[in-house]
């Protein structure tokens, strides 16, 4: 049994917990409404098909693993042919988006401008 004032520190220390609680997670909702504002959608152009089609040499993947390379790729290409030269392909799956000497993705990596990074701590 607490005596009053130590119901009362809990009931304080219960309070100060929870406004913390609410104040992360809305700093969390805030943090992900900002990246996802920033992000966009890369379609399946006749562009992205194309490069995806052509990636069976460089690196045979499953179907929607070529897709998603497929249209990083030729949008690092059209940003770099936009002067852009800062480009970073964030992912963890190393096994199939990892350039090696087995596979030639850092060579088609390479030609967009395109930076791979294992993690999400872009430099």
């Given at each position: 049994m607490f005596s009053r004032q130590e119901a009362k520190l809990v009931q304080t220390f219960e309070s100060h917990?929870?406004?913390?609680r609410r104040d992360a997670l809305a700093?969390?909702?805030?943090?992900v409404n900002g990246a996802v504002a920033k992000m966009?959608?890369?379609p399946p152009s006749?562009?992205?098909?194309a490069t995806t089609m052509a990636l069976y040499p460089v690196k045979s993947l499953p179907p929607f693993d070529e897709m998603v390379l497929g249209a990083v790729l030729f949008r690092a290409q059209e940003l770099f042919n936009n002067g852009e030269r800062v480009l970073y392909f964030c992912n963890a799956?190393?096994?199939d988006f990892?350039?090696?000497s087995g596979n030639a993705l850092g060579a088609a990596y390479a030609a967009c401008g395109l930076q791979y990074l294992s993690d999400f701590k872009v430099p």
């Open positions: 917990i929870k406004n913390e700093a969390v909702e805030a943090r966009s959608v890369i006749p562009g992205v098909v799956n190393i096994r990892g350039p090696t």
